[in-house]
């Protein structure tokens, strides 16, 4: 009797755990970037298979660009009602009275996890392990300048030193979580960089593509990149491999039936290259600039096979995950996402009447189940001109008037005034990068893109660095700025303040490491800076006030053609 009674113990404990959840982003991969929607160039069977093995919603839409996404993920929200309208200095924060998905899983009991590239805010309390993550790994940037061995990258709010691919990296530390929880319920997240630029892969993956002529290319092949594109190819099916591992990894664990596997993308293509003839890439409002798959997979639970029709968004995400994990969403803001349950599991043929917004810019677009309204004012029947090619507003008259409506009344209730919040300062240790800087005077960024860039041609004494910062507590600090000089320069006198608070130091030890990065680049990168190894620098300690003012780093004295290079600020509380 003792046996049997403890054997339908196990049994309910086992009913009554919920489902892990393994959500899979990529950061710049197309639509057409899967073997699944007709890409003969390339092949991504594991990906595939989530679809094969569970469903895939037809028609899904994420924003043109990467934060925007991320936070609509992260809360069911539009992302301009949480505050982030930009991908970099600030604006991609997430605002702190807004929700997030990891942290109502964690708050159910879940083991939290994320392990790639976050894009929704780095200082405390922004940063992911204050959003809900027990576990992070990965960078809080937009993006980064090398995937090899990468500098800088943070865990759990430290910087540490990556090992290896980048990608191949954080499918290592997604696959250690998921061992250390697979007795519990958890919920891991992996936003992978790649295939991002810069357009880095192994030699393993690029082989095959180096001499390819793709039989499928862009829908105007003229603008397309070729040397771009087979570097893509190569950076698609090398994440291929790292979702196959992680899938491997839950059927080694037996998890497989115990867990909700999600994969979608972030935004559109980001180059010209064959994306099923739609128009627009990354960037763009239009429908191939925010088209993404979405694959669900949950063995035993939703049918294989299963496909939805009706247009769904990455605001659903959260409503739907919950509700199949059988999570409460607590009382709070409303959402504008709505669960996609009946669909998945075949209760709710009929689609809703429901319109979807994009926007990117100040250009906003609105999708419904049958056409799109672009940032023009067009008006495209999408189901027989998926191209875009025909403008039908005088053919439709109700429905561009109703989308217009619709469109009118989201821009009444969402702001986009420029970002005016400083960055915050609290806790033990602060990281205060480039990106979030201001370059005053001569100084420039070492590229046009603000993330990952760092401070160079610093060379007069008029010259500025400053940050916005909001100190949460006074007390004393001690000052660290990771930093580039070579012998020739050094002796420069530098100052720090902060409202009326100064310190002074001299640099008096050279460090002058070469740039690389654009060394591994498979096609030459854009917008991307180089990265250096730069040097931490402990400047010395201050005693600083609370409250928001300008921090700056300015030179009392210029030594030789330069002052340094500067790639980032720490300040760590000393008492």
């Known amino acids: 009797m003792r046996i049997l009674l403890a054997a ?6 086992a009913a009554e755990r919920k489902p892990n959840v393994l959500v899979i982003l990529t950061d710049d991969q197309g639509w057409g970037d899967l073997s699944l929607h007709g890409n003969s160039n390339l092949a991504t069977p594991a990906i595939d298979s989530i679809a094969r093995d569970g469903a895939q919603v037809e028609r899904f839409f994420v924003q043109p660009v990467c934060s925007p996404t991320r936070a609509e993920f992260f809360t069911g929200r539009w992302h301009l009602r949480g505050g982030v309208r930009n991908v970099t200095s600030g604006g991609e924060r997430l605002n702190l009275d807004e929700r997030t998905i990891a942290e109502i899983f964690k708050a159910a009991g879940y083991a939290t996890g994320a392990f790639g590239k976050w894009h929704n805010g780095s200082q405390h309390p922004y940063h992911p392990n204050d959003r809900g993550f027990d576990e992070y790994y990965g960078f809080t940037s937009g993006h980064w300048g090398d995937y090899y061995d990468a500098l800088l990258l943070d865990h759990n709010g430290r910087g540490v030193r990556g090992k290896g691919f980048l990608p191949d990296e954080l499918a290592d530390h997604a696959i250690e979580f998921i061992a250390a929880n697979k007795d519990r319920p958890f919920f891991c997240y992996v936003p992978f960089n790649t295939p991002h630029t810069p357009l880095q892969v192994p030699d393993r993956w690029y082989e095959k593509f180096a001499g390819l002529d793709p039989k499928l290319r862009d829908r105007d092949p003229k603008l397309e990149n070729l040397a771009a594109t087979r570097a893509v190819l190569a950076m698609c099916e090398n994440l291929d ?5 992680l899938l491997r990894k839950l059927d080694e664990l037996n998890l497989a039936k115990d867990t909700l596997v999600v994969y979608f993308h972030d935004n559109g293509p980001n180059g010209r290259r064959w994306n099923g003839g739609m128009k627009g890439i990354k960037g763009s409002t239009d429908e191939g600039g925010v088209r993404s798959p979405l694959l669900l997979r949950w063995t035993g639970t939703i049918p294989a096979g299963t496909r939805v029709r009706p247009v769904a968004a990455a605001v659903d995400l959260l409503p739907t995950l919950a509700e199949l994990a ?3 969403i607590p009382a709070g803001k409303p959402l504008d996402g709505i669960s996609l349950k009946p669909w998945l599991l ?4 009929a689609p809703p009447e429901r319109l979807l917004l994009s926007h990117w810019a100040g250009k906003f677009s609105v999708r419904s189940q049958r056409f799109r309204l672009d940032a023009a004012g067009r008006l495209f029947d999408l189901e027989a001109d998926p191209g875009q090619d025909r403008d039908v507003s005088g053919q439709h008259p109700d429905a561009l008037a109703r989308m217009t409506e619709a469109l009118q009344r989201w821009k009444s209730e969402m702001t986009l005034k420029q970002d005016e919040r400083p960055f915050t ?3 033990r240790s602060i990281y205060l990068p480039a990106r979030d800087g201001v370059p005053k005077g001569g100084v420039k960024r070492s590229s046009r893109a603000p993330n990952c860039s760092y401070f160079t041609n610093w060379t007069r004494a008029e010259d500025r660095i400053t940050w916005d ?4 507590a006074a007390g004393k600090y001690e000052v660290v700025v990771y930093y580039a000089c070579p012998k020739a320069d ?8 902060f409202r009326g608070c100064r310190l002074e130091a001299a640099l008096t030890e050279a460090h002058d490491p070469p740039a690389y990065g654009p060394d591994h680049d498979r096609a030459p990168r854009d917008a991307e800076s180089p990265v250096k190894d ?3 620098w402990r400047m010395g300690s201050i005693e600083l006030p609370a409250g928001r003012g300008e921090l700056a780093l300015r030179a009392l004295k210029v030594a030789g053609t330069q002052v340094m290079e500067v790639r980032q600020l720490e300040l760590v509380r000393a008492d």
């Open 8 to 13: 339908l113990l196990v049994l309910g404990s």
């Open 346 to 349: 075949g209760e709710a043929p």
């Open 469 to 472: 910062v909001e100190l949460a």
């Open 241 to 245: 491999w790292n979702v196959g591992r």
């Open 490 to 497: 050094v002796g420069s006198t530098i100052e720090l303040s």
């Open 326 to 328: 059988g999570v409460a």
């Open 425 to 427: 300062v609290s806790g």
């Open 534 to 536: 730069f040097k931490p």
